[in-house]
């Protein structure tokens, strides 16, 4: 079965300080994954998402930026964290493209606050 | 641009009632629909997806419809527990590999 794991669970950070979350996915092969972020009082927010090794795209222009150096591996950085980066984090993963479905299964989240 | 309303934002009922909760969206032209359960501080659990070519999905005692052309979907949750009290989302995609569009969610608390 596919599991996804996400860490650290939570992060408290000073700003103005660098980023680095971390996404795997086991259980599958070329899946698709994404970054979502859930803030207080909204709803959650594709940040960007990934068809293969390498290839990102990017849906929110904002200080953030993701990385994928293997098949199930995604990486969310930024370089100086602002007070409005703070929210829940969340990755997922979708089977590729050319299955007929899309269903997107989450990770635990990455609670993040920036002091 | 695609907008998801979830109505109401929050439910409180007794325990063993039935419930119905409602999403709606602005672009008919969706892939997909999909109902994701979230409990406090946790991620997202997958409940039901809707093809957009179906009209209905049931899993246990929840089931879940979706009327394309009038941009709706119901969440039917029936004899309900306190273990069903949590978040619950809506979400649409429009083409397969490609981003979920969610509602702000549904806050369901049942009493016993």
């Known amino acids: 079965s596919q599991t996804i794991h996400q860490w650290p669970a939570t992060l408290v950070q000073p700003v103005g300080s660098p980023l680095s979350l971390e996404c795997t996915v086991e259980?599958?092969?070329?899946?698709?994954l994404y970054w979502y972020r859930q803030a207080a009082g909204r709803g959650l927010q594709l940040l960007f998402y990934s068809v293969g090794i390498g290839q990102i795209s990017s849906e929110v222009p904002q200080n953030l930026s993701a990385s994928r150096p293997q098949d199930r591996q995604f990486i969310l950085s930024s370089k100086k964290l602002l007070l409005s980066d703070s929210g829940f984090y969340l990755c997922a993963w979708s089977v590729p493209r050319t299955s007929p479905y899309n269903e997107q299964f989450f990770g635990p989240g990455t609670r993040l606050t920036v002091l | 641009k695609q907008e998801v309303t979830q109505i109401p934002a929050a439910l409180s009922v007794p325990e063993g009632e039935n419930l119905v909760l409602n999403c709606s969206f602005t672009?008919?032209?969706?892939?997909?629909l999909q109902w994701f359960r979230q409990d406090p501080g946790k991620g997202l659990t997958s409940l039901l997806l809707?093809?957009?070519?179906?009209r209905e999905q049931t899993s246990g005692r929840l089931n879940a419809s979706l009327d394309k052309s009038s941009g709706r979907s119901t969440l039917y949750i029936a004899a309900s527990q306190p273990g069903d009290s949590a978040t619950y989302l809506c979400a649409v995609s429009h083409q397969a590999g490609t981003a979920l569009i969610f509602g702000k969610g549904t806050t369901l608390s049942v009493s016993s």
């Open positions: 672009d008919s032209a969706i892939y997909n």
């Open positions: 259980g599958t092969s070329n899946p698709n």
């Open positions: 809707i093809q957009s070519s179906q």
